[in-house]
């Protein structure tokens, strides 16, 4: 069974920067990538980043474009999120989930297809 333990996140001003990580063990398999989502109160989980463990393909929502950046370093098995320019608008729990297939462009990376979840980490900017 795959375990995914994240760390990171926290409280930071207003443009400021912030870097979530992601480690699994246990079982890989069935494990294309990691993808980052977030989850406000009483909302769904939305997709923010996700990257492949063969060649690092990266994919990223079009809200955090330009500002996060994902990576990984598969020797660790340990995804990275970092973010930067931060701003109100990002203040919510962050969960990185395992991917189970295949990822493309043209995949539409929803939560209900990922079967294994980090704890979430709150991430906090005030306005």
């Known amino acids: 069974q795959l375990q995914l333990v994240e760390s990171g996140g926290g409280l930071v001003q207003a443009g400021g920067s912030l870097t979530l990580s992601c480690a699994g063990s246990?079982?890989?398999?069935?494990?294309?990538?990691i993808a980052w989502f977030r989850q406000a109160p009483g909302k769904e989980r939305d997709f923010v980043a996700a990257?492949?463990?063969?060649?690092?393909?990266?994919y990223y929502a079009d809200s955090v474009k330009g500002r996060f950046t994902i990576a990984r370093d598969a020797a660790k098995n340990t995804v990275f999120l970092q973010m930067n320019s931060l701003i109100s608008d990002d203040t919510v729990v962050y969960y990185c989930?395992?991917?189970?297939?295949?990822?493309?462009?043209?995949?539409?990376?929803?939560?209900?297809?990922?079967?294994?979840w980090g704890q979430g980490k709150q991430v906090t900017v005030p306005s």
């Open positions: 990257v492949s463990w063969n060649f690092g393909t990266t």
């Open positions: 989930a395992s991917w189970p297939a295949p990822l493309s462009s043209t995949v539409v990376f929803t939560s209900l297809l990922c079967g294994y």
């Open positions: 246990g079982s890989t398999y069935s494990n294309y990538g």
